[in-house]
């Protein structure tokens, strides 16, 4: 399997934005999911290729946004007005699938190393 490659991540102040990207190819759902020191590793947004179905996480409705580019094969999370409690290694997930899948762990089988994203206040 094809292991995605996430990129983008950096350090930003509290109502900035950054922009990740994963390469990937093979899979028609993708998800990105965080994990912040000490806490559990959480979904955040995830798509399905073939109509742009995507779920997101309460936490970040109407801040970000997860989209795919098919020619290239590469997912982005599109995050504006980053908060300090958005501080995490964010991971690309990956896994086969029919049709949009939800952000529970166990769903996911395929990850990247991860990228890390800070906000300072």
């Known amino acids: 399997q094809v292991q995605p490659e996430e990129s983008g991540g950096g350090s930003v102040q509290a109502g900035g934005s950054l922009r990740l990207s994963c390469a990937v190819s093979?899979?028609?759902?993708m998800a990105w999911f965080r994990q912040a020191p000490g806490k559990e590793r959480e979904g955040v947004a995830s798509i399905f290729r073939d109509d742009d179905t995507t779920r997101y996480a309460d936490s970040v409705k109407g801040r970000f946004t997860i989209s795919r580019d098919i020619t290239t094969n590469t997912v982005y999370l599109q995050m504006n007005n980053l908060k300090p409690e958005d501080t995490a290694m964010y991971y690309c997930?990956?896994?086969?699938?029919?049709?949009?899948?939800?952000?529970?762990?166990?769903?996911?089988?395929?990850w990247g190393q991860g990228t890390q994203v800070t906000v300072s206040s």
């Open positions: 093979e899979y028609k759902c």
């Open positions: 997930a990956a896994r086969l699938c029919w049709g949009i899948s939800g952000l529970r762990l166990s769903q996911w089988n395929v």
